[in-house]
């Protein structure tokens, strides 16, 4: 199986910063893109910014010039650099990937279960 696992969560004040990790780990043959998503309640889950296997990088524009993301191909692992965070970045987010996970299978989306970003003062 392939497995997702986020960290790095947790409360801060507004223009804080934080940084998320997001490992993948079990049965990879290639990973392609990965991505960060974020769910606020009662709202949507949304894209934040993804990464290909290349480096490319997008990024939603309510985050563009504070977030970063970048990976580590060695260790197949993720992260989102978010500064000058705002109370409306305050969401549980998801790691997201894109695995071709054997031989046998074609390419598979994956989703970690989350981590909580709370921005309050």
């Known amino acids: 199986q392939v497995q997702l696992v986020e960290s790095g969560g947790g409360l801060v004040q507004p223009g804080g910063s934080l940084r998320l990790s997001c490992a993948a780990s079990g049965s990879i043959f290639r990973l392609y893109n990965m991505g960060w998503y974020r769910q606020a309640p009662g709202s949507q889950r949304e894209l934040v910014a993804t990464?290909?296997?290349?480096?490319?990088?997008a990024y939603a524009d309510s985050v563009k010039g504070r977030f970063d993301i970048s990976r580590d191909s060695a260790k197949n692992t993720v992260f989102l650099e978010m500064n000058s965070l705002k109370l409306e970045d305050t969401a549980v987010y998801y790691c997201?990937?894109?695995?071709?996970?054997?031989?046998?299978?074609?390419?598979?989306?994956?989703w970690g279960q989350g981590t909580q970003v709370t921005v309050s003062s």
């Open positions: 990464i290909t296997r290349e480096g490319s990088t």
């Open positions: 997201n990937a894109d695995v071709v996970p054997n031989l046998f299978d074609g390419r598979l989306t994956y």
